[in-house]
């Protein structure tokens, strides 16, 4: 899951912090590389003041969470000893008085620091703590299970892409059997069929302004193999160039400019396996 991904499930996080804790804001920054964590989620009433804040580890609180890899709180930014000071000037401009922040950790490795700030004087119980970190463990659940996802996708991706040209060559094949057959009630069973093989979309090819002739699709059925032309013409019985001016005739028809676009646009339309 990438850090654009992250937005909403982020965005959700600090509005069920603020929902339960009554923080006035809540806020996130993204971890880059351990080394800081650059704060640019904001649910609540911001001035902007601390939009795109980078936040060096050890400096301030969230890099001091960075650090030490738990939750922490100061009642008093501007004044505790327990942190540096370095972004007091954008603390002060947001008025903030008293944070607490807890890391968001996938993969033994931060992603993110979830904040809830207070504007008043009133001292941070263990409940905004409890807060926090039950909105961080829940991020983290949803992040692992978005990367299992994202992960398994890649695994199954040749697996995918090995059984699409399986069907591409059962559906070219069927579609020339018909073609030689001299029993039109078979031929017309064999093209319901390859309709079953076009993945419920034959209907939808049928109804498209772009009408692509049966030896086009069997031209860019090939193609969408990686057969040159000499073999797709081999495949089908004619003349490279009777191959060349169908295709060029589905690349205009499609108003595609290379071969691959033709494939790609036509599986997009129905008129290939998917």
Do not use: W
Request: proline content about 3%.
């Amino acid at each position: 899951m990438g850090e654009r991904s992250l937005t909403v499930p982020v965005t959700e996080s600090l509005r069920r912090i603020r929902q339960t804790s009554g923080v006035p804001l809540a806020f996130a920054g993204m971890v880059e590389g351990n080394a800081r964590v650059t704060l640019d989620h904001f649910v609540g009433n911001a001035t902007g003041s601390l939009d795109g804040l980078a936040v060096e580890v050890g400096h301030g609180l969230g890099g001091k969470v960075l650090h030490h890899n738990r939750p922490m709180a100061v009642n008093d930014y501007l004044e505790t000893p327990q942190i540096t000071h370095r972004y007091n000037d954008a603390i002060a401009t947001e008025g903030i008085r008293g944070i607490a922040a807890a890391p968001v950790i996938v993969d033994s490795r931060m992603v993110a620091v979830l904040y809830g700030a207070l504007r008043c004087d009133t001292k941070i119980d263990g409940r905004l703590l409890d807060v926090l970190t039950a909105q961080a463990r829940n991020l983290e659940q949803e992040i692992a299970v978005s990367r299992a996802l994202v992960e398994a996708d890649a695994r199954l991706a040749p697996e995918a892409d090995a059984l699409r040209d399986r069907m591409t060559i059962a559906y070219t094949k069927l579609r020339a059997l018909a073609r030689e057959l001299g029993d039109d009630a078979m031929a017309g069973e064999i093209a319901r069929i390859t309709d079953v093989l076009l993945d419920g979309q034959a209907q939808q090819a049928e109804n498209l302004m772009v009408q692509l002739t049966g030896r086009e699709q069997d031209v860019l059925a090939l193609a969408a193999l990686g057969y040159s032309n000499p073999r797709i013409a081999a495949e089908l019985g004619v003349a490279v160039d009777t191959v060349k001016g169908y295709m060029k005739a589905a690349m205009g028809k499609l108003d595609a400019r290379t071969r691959l676009e033709a494939v790609v646009l036509a599986r997009r339309l129905g008129a290939l396996p998917t």
